[in-house]
């Protein structure tokens, strides 16, 4: 399963759109910072690429995990954020935080109102995670066998895909 990144920002922050963050953004160089769940993280990287391509300047803030980067986005201790959209949009549906854009080169199932950053201007711009279950090295071939079975079962089930959808 895979599941796209979004670019966030605090409901105080005064950008309704990506191109009004860049614009923000560029009128206050250095100013503005992101959250990631941690340095060298996808999502850090992700949000190197947005700097690089947008040509803004802003402040990388590492947390530990997702978890600790969205209280803090959602307190308003950080603007925004590159996170997984999964911990962002119970908040987002909240509003206490607005998800500007996803990071997938096509808009998300869960999100279908919010455009894609290439959409937004980062022609290209296609990153997302996938979501694995991964078993040790010397786990039998049977058991491998017997795990993707199940784990297949559970997935199809229309209840469970719905719930990952959402």
Do not use: C, W
């Amino acid at each position: 399963s895979a599941q796209p990144f979004v670019l966030a920002v605090h409901a105080a922050v005064p950008a309704a759109n990506f191109k009004e963050f860049v614009a923000l953004a560029k009128a206050k160089p250095g100013t503005l910072s992101f959250a990631t769940p941690g340095a060298g993280t996808f999502q850090h990287l992700s949000g190197e690429l947005i700097k690089q391509l947008s040509g803004i300047d802003i402040i990388h803030v590492p947390y530990k995990g997702g978890g600790q980067a969205i209280v803090d986005l959602t307190g308003g201790q950080v603007p925004a954020a590159v996170l997984g959209s999964s911990v962002v949009i119970p908040q987002a549906r909240a509003g206490k935080v607005r998800i500007l854009a996803v990071t997938s080169g096509v808009r998300s199932a869960a999100l279908p109102n919010v455009p894609t950053l290439a959409e937004s201007g980062l022609s290209g711009f296609d990153v997302y995670q996938s979501l694995s279950l991964l078993a040790p090295a010397k786990t039998p071939k049977e058991i491998i066998t017997r795990l993707n079975g199940e784990a297949t079962k559970i997935l199809m089930q229309p209840a469970v895909r719905e719930r990952l959808e959402t």
